[in-house]
T-cell receptor, first 113, second 117 residues
Framework: AQSVTQLDSQVPVFEEAPVELRCNYSSSVSVYLFWYVQYPNQGLQLLLKYLSGSTLVKGINGFEAEFNKSQTSFHLRKPSVHISDTAEYFCAAMNTGFQKLVFGTGTRLLVSP | DTEVTQTPKHLVMGMTNKKSLKCEQHMGHRAMYWYKQKAKKPPELMFVYSYEKLSINESVPSRFSPECPNSSLLNLHLHALQPEDSALYLC????????????????FGSGTQLSVL
């Protein structure tokens, strides 16, 4: 069964600094990968997804992620964060042909001035 | 309209009460989902409906009863809940059930924050 690991429960960073949120998944066999963001008292919003093709995926709000099959990773990056990026970020994976999206435990990004 | 609307936003209920959560989407999506999210935890899948039929039940206790009266509506009926059932209940929808199309994405509602006393 697919599992997703987000090792960092919280990442503090200063405004305009770069950030990387780490995500590793367990099974590299035909996997789809996603990053979702959850702002306080909100549902989840899709940031970006990797289905196939280019390993560098660009999403909304200036975020991007790179699929690395050999390291079974899908880390999320942003070159310069804003205060408004403070939120919970969930990595998720789904084996193709399966109907269940498996979420990681989440990383709280805290951006301070 | 690209929204999934959930009502109520907040709900407090006793362990003997019966209440219902409602979810609505008008995007023509044929798959709808209920997730449960405890504080500081990821969402956990509860139920999936595809074309108004229950497709997945993740071994959820019978005190939670889902209902899909039509393709736009999804309800979650609650009865005799326990305090540990207090959580954020999220509804989501997708064009087709996940895993059947290459370009699937989930649209989430803002959730119902449920407190069971």
């Amino acid at each position: 069964a697919q599992s997703v690991t987000q090792l960092d429960s919280q990442v503090p960073v200063f405004e305009e600094a770069p950030v990387e949120l780490r995500c590793n998944y367990s099974s590299s066999v035909s996997v789809y990968l996603f990053w979702y963001v959850q702002y306080p008292n909100q549902g989840l919003q899709l940031l970006l997804k990797y289905l196939s093709g280019s390993t560098l995926v660009k999403g909304i709000n200036g975020f991007e992620a790179e699929f690395n099959k050999s390291q079974t990773s899908f880390h999320l990056r942003k070159p310069s964060v804003h205060i408004s990026d403070t939120a919970e970020y969930f990595c998720a994976a789904m084996n193709t042909g399966f109907q269940k999206l498996v979420f990681g435990t989440g990383t709280r990004l805290l951006v301070s001035p | 309209d690209t929204e999934v609307t959930q009502t109520p936003k907040h709900l407090v209920m006793g362990m003997t009460n019966k209440k219902s959560l409602k979810c609505e989407q008008h995007m023509g999506h044929r798959a709808m989902y209920w997730y449960k999210q405890k504080a500081k935890k990821p969402p956990e899948l509860m139920f999936v409906y595809s074309y108004e039929k229950l497709s997945i039940n993740e071994s959820v206790p019978s005190r939670f009863s889902p209902e899909c009266p039509n393709s736009s509506l999804l309800n979650l009926h609650l009865h005799a809940l326990q305090p540990e059932d207090s959580a954020l209940y999220l509804c989501a929808s997708s064009q087709e059930i996940l895993g059947t199309a290459i370009n699937e994405k989930l649209f989430f509602g803002s959730g119902t924050q449920l407190s069971v006393l």
